[in-house]
């Protein structure tokens, strides 16, 4: 077992600064382990900055970055030009000008990065998805349109049967709160619409918030605690 902190990030989606300043908070180590929940790509003003910032990153600590359903779209808009469309629409547009609106400036590097993330990270006590879980399935056999797509207002998945917490993302919510049901938590507190991009350690669940400009917000609603 790793002997330093087990954190995770919400979706940033290309908003840099708010992924600076969780960072500068954060000061990840070489014996943490940070894991990054997916969505970093698209509808935000610097998705190139922030891919740069995770491949330095990498140097940093023991970085996991998992897939999100964004970066899936990004890639299929790379190598099947049919569904290039349906990224464009879907933020890619805003993608796109972060490399200066050529696809060919979208270095190799960037791409292969995006390729090489998981579908979930697991531990002893919590799991980390992008989106959602059928809770009867084990990880390996969970199917993509749950673990990359569906919201958790559509399916509303209960408690996984390895009595591990979820830890997730993909779900905006839109009051800018961590969503607590007990056996999982969402951390996509939709940055990109201007709330705030979270940050969480485990157990002990102390969360970190900054708005799209970075700044730390001061007032944190306290998130339930792991019963102390
Ligand atoms: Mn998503």
């Known amino acids: 077992m790793p002997a330093g902190r087990l954190i995770a990030i919400g979706d940033i989606h290309g908003c840099l600064a708010a992924f600076e300043a969780l960072l500068e908070r954060i000061a990840p180590g070489p014996d943490d382990t940070l894991v990054l929940l997916g969505d970093y790509v698209d509808r935000g003003p610097d998705t190139r900055g922030v891919l740069d910032r995770m491949l330095t990153l990498r140097n940093a600590c023991r970085l996991v970055p998992?897939?999100?359903?964004?970066?899936?779209?990004?890639?299929?808009?790379?190598?099947?030009?049919?569904?290039?469309?349906?990224?464009?629409?879907?933020?890619?547009?805003q993608t796109l000008a972060s490399y200066g609106g050529k696809p060919s400036a979208v270095p190799a590097e960037h791409l292969e990065f995006i390729r090489s993330c998981r579908p979930?990270?697991?531990?002893?006590g919590y799991f980390f998805v992008h989106a959602n879980y059928d809770p009867q399935r084990s990880l390996d056999e969970q199917p993509p349109i749950l673990l990359y797509w569906a919201h958790l207002h559509v399916i509303r998945p209960?408690?996984?049967?390895?009595?591990?917490?979820?830890?997730?993302?993909?779900?905006?919510?839109?009051?800018?709160?961590?969503?607590?049901?007990?056996?999982?938590?969402?951390?996509?507190?939709?940055?990109?619409?201007?709330?705030?991009?979270?940050?969480?350690?485990?157990?002990?669940?102390?969360?970190?918030?900054?708005?799209?400009?970075?700044?730390?917000?001061?007032?944190?609603?306290?998130?339930?605690?792991?019963?102390?």
């Open 66 to 93: 998992l897939m999100g359903n964004h970066e899936l779209m990004m890639l299929q808009a790379f190598e099947d030009h049919w569904t290039a469309y349906e990224w464009l629409e879907s933020g890619g547009r």
């Open 120 to 124: 979930f990270y697991e531990t002893d």
């Open 158 to 228: 209960g408690p996984h049967r390895s009595g591990k917490t979820a830890v997730v993302g993909h779900t905006p919510q839109k009051t800018g709160e961590v969503l607590d049901l007990g056996y999982l938590l969402c951390l996509d507190t939709y940055c990109v619409g201007g709330q705030w991009l979270s940050a969480m350690e485990f157990p002990s669940r102390r969360l970190w918030q900054v708005d799209p400009e970075g700044r730390e917000r001061r007032n944190t609603n306290p998130v339930a605690d792991a019963g102390n």
